[in-house]
């Protein structure tokens, strides 16, 4: 992986389903609004100084959500955290860097 660069995307694995639930909370949170439906279904990643991942997330039947969640370095120990995120999208939307 080139440090900088975000990789393809690539399909949701419970690892990134897991990141996914960590900030759910915070994204409830800046919506006013609670997700029954939150299922990590592709994700791209980036080293920085930590990690960004850049997530999809379906919410309903056809509403998606883009996630960008920021991973400190280990020695930093601080918690995930929902750097930005995009409402209104939908399944087919591509999952860029934003």
Avoid at 25 to 47: C, D, H, I, P, Y
Avoid at 64 to 70: C, E, N
Avoid at 71 to 89: F, I, M, V
Wanted: proline share 4%; net charge negative.
């Amino acid at each position: 992986m080139m440090c900088g660069a975000p990789t393809a995307s690539q399909p949701a694995t419970a690892e990134t389903q897991a990141i996914a639930d960590q900030v759910k909370a915070q994204l409830e949170e800046r919506e006013n609004k609670k997700f029954t439906t939150f299922k990590a279904v592709e994700f791209r990643s980036q080293v920085v100084a930590g990690t960004n991942y850049f997530i999809k997330v379906q919410v309903d039947d056809e509403e998606f959500v883009h996630l960008r969640v920021f991973q400190s370095l280990p020695h930093e120990n601080k918690p995930l955290a929902l750097s930005s995120y995009q409402t209104n999208k939908a399944k087919h939307d591509e999952l860029a860097y934003f």
